[in-house]
């Protein structure tokens, strides 16, 4: 089985963690592929996982009556999709399809929120990381909502 | 609507240059998207086109319309035909849209500053452009693209509105295919087929491979998106010396005379629009300006 140890600890998104707390990610982390057309996950669904792009697309997907699917967010290689694993009640709120072959690390949602219980600097360490990622999306989700190509802007 | 022309409006003992317009005749006029157009242009006694850098802006006179600062699109190493893209967001512009091969524009300029293309080589050059703000920096690309051995990697991050949104397209993915040049395209919104990024142009920044304490980064489009662009830039570790941005205000002579487009103690025609970021950088957070 292939030690996804060395690809953690090169990761952005774990940069500054120590190596101990990396063994514990490790121990919850696996490789995962996902073929162009495949759902990563549904709306909905239980939210068990995270992931590592490693290579590929993701889109994220809302599914409307009139419009169909489309496409809110694309995720790419160095991205880390999911955070829903963590907030209760612990389902995903979008589609997420593979627009190409994508190859990622998942990591075990309910297993790192054990080890985070039994270790909060682990916890603690996570979250930071977490918040980042949805303070990031977020800003970038009210660029978007301002639309500033509009002729107004 | 009528539209006088040039020979009623210019009279014919004034000499062209900074506040008299040349008479340019268009010869294409092309639709990039809904709302945009690009003109091309040859000057209508058959001399060669102005010389420009990029980055610069002519005055566009619809005749008996009005004018409108319009940022020059075109390849700044020749000098066959002058190339502008337009967005239809007012009269003037609209009466541009409405001309046809063979009609006339008065055309004033070039004026304003230029981007650092001189200043960047040797260095990575990086270029942010959203919406139609990659139209300045088309001549950027073009002059970089000619000389393309001077500089390190090139890098070109464009964001718009949706996939119908995004202007030179064809050419874009032309660059995009080539080896030594990357080009990462997204849109806000996506509709249609479209398979490519989706979210805000700010999030390619993190994606893209370039040195960020030697690169020379050349920002352009709504300025929200610069700001924010910016903030993004910095904390890849860009130095603030190093950003460069384009300014857009309501300009009226084009050469620093009439004030409109004051921005704080600086004029965006004649001290802009290109402006090291340093010098924008208070102005830009200060509310009434």
């Not at chain 2, 035909?81 to 001309?99: D, F, H, I, M, Y």
Request: glycine share 10%.
């Amino acid at each position: 089985m292939q030690d996804l140890g060395p690809y953690l600890k090169e990761h952005k998104f774990l940069q500054g963690m120590t190596d101990e707390h990396i063994e514990l990610i490790v121990g919850c982390a696996s490789n995962v592929k996902f073929d162009p057309g495949e759902y990563v996950c549904r709306e909905g669904q239980e939210a068990d996982r995270f992931y590592f792009i490693r290579q590929g697309r993701l889109a994220l997907q809302l599914m409307t009556h009139d419009r169909g699917a489309m496409t809110i967010q694309t995720v790419n290689p160095g991205d880390v999709l999911g955070w829903s694993w963590l907030i209760p009640p612990y389902v995903w709120h979008f589609d997420c399809k593979a627009v190409e072959l994508t190859r990622a690390i998942a990591l075990d949602g309910t297993c790192i929120r054990d080890k985070c219980e039994k270790d909060h600097h682990l916890g603690y360490e996570v979250m930071k990381r977490f918040a980042h990622v949805m303070v990031e999306r977020l800003l970038a989700t009210r660029l978007q909502l301002l639309d500033v190509y509009g002729k107004r802007s | 609507m009528y539209m006088a022309n040039a020979a009623e409006l210019i009279p014919a003992d004034a000499t062209p240059g900074d506040m008299v317009p040349q008479p340019y005749t268009i010869t294409a006029q092309r639709k990039d998207t809904y709302d945009t157009f690009t003109l091309d242009m040859v000057v209508g006694d058959g001399k060669p086109v102005m010389a420009f850098a990029p980055g610069q802006f002519n005055m566009l006179y619809a005749f008996g319309v009005g004018e409108v600062p319009i940022s020059i699109s075109g390849d700044p190493t020749t000098n066959d035909r002058l190339v502008q893209t337009v967005r239809e967001v007012g009269s003037v512009t609209s009466a541009l849209r409405r001309l046809r091969k063979g009609d006339t524009v008065g055309v004033r300029g070039p004026f304003g500053t230029a981007w650092p293309v001189k200043e960047a080589e040797g260095s990575d050059l990086v270029i942010l452009a959203g919406g139609i703000g990659i139209a300045p920096l088309r001549p950027v690309i073009y002059s970089a693209l000619k000389r393309r051995r001077k500089f390190g990697r090139f890098v070109i991050m464009y964001g718009s509105r949706t996939p119908h949104d995004l202007l030179y397209y064809r050419e874009l993915q032309q660059w995009k295919a080539r080896y030594d040049i990357e080009v990462e395209i997204t849109v806000d919104r996506a509709i249609g087929p479209w398979r490519g990024n989706v979210g805000v142009v700010t999030t390619l920044v993190p994606r893209v491979k370039f040195d960020p304490l030697s690169a020379i980064v050349m920002v352009c489009g709504p300025e929200i998106m610069m700001r924010f662009g910016i903030m993004e830039l910095r904390r890849a570790n860009v130095p603030e010396d190093n950003i460069y941005i384009s300014m857009e205000r309501n300009m009226k002579c084009g050469c620093g005379l009439c004030g409109h487009c004051q921005c704080g103690p600086l004029f965006v025609c004649k001290d802009g629009p290109v402006f090291r970021y340093l010098q924008m950088k208070r102005l830009l957070n200060i509310r009434e300006i």
